[in-house]
Nanobody, 123 residues
Framework: VQLQASGGGLVQAGGSLRLSCAAS????????RGWYRQAPGKQRELVAQIRRGGTTTYADSVRGRFTVSRGDAENTVYLQMSSLKPDDTAVYYCNMKGWEDRPIVGPVPYNYWGQGTQVTVSS
């Protein structure tokens, strides 16, 4: 299984970026897809998440500025980031959770992570 994230970069405060993530090797549709971030010296935190039914969750710090969405292709997720602030500087990781049917054992939960993409917002 591989989650390939892209779209990070350097942007000035107030600017926008769009992150993309596509998974390969997952044999079932994810129940949750989302983005986390980790700034230097801080713990990894949830940024935004979208569930199979379409409901979304956002961190308070990004609500109204970021939008999480799914692609038409299976197991893709996007993060549109607007009005970026220096505090948004972090490595952003995509994440996918779900269940896969395994022979004999049946459904097994999975929790896969992308490799991370750096977002740097200058003041």
């Amino acid at each position: 299984v591989q989650l390939q994230a892209s779209g990070g970069g350097l942007v000035q405060a107030g600017g926008s970026l769009r992150l993309s993530c596509a998974a390969s090797g997952i044999t079932s549709r994810s129940t949750e897809r989302g983005w986390y971030r980790q700034a230097p010296g801080k713990q990894r935190e949830l940024v935004a998440q979208i569930r199979r039914g379409g409901t979304t969750t956002y961190a308070d710090s990004v609500r109204g500025r970021f939008t999480v969405s799914r692609g038409d292709a299976e197991n893709t997720v996007y993060l549109q980031m607007s009005s970026l602030k220096p505090d948004d500087t972090a490595v952003y990781y995509c994440n996918m959770k779900g269940w896969e049917d395994r022979p004999i054992v049946g459904p097994v939960p999975y929790n896969y992570w992308g490799q991370g993409t750096q977002v740097t917002v200058s003041s």
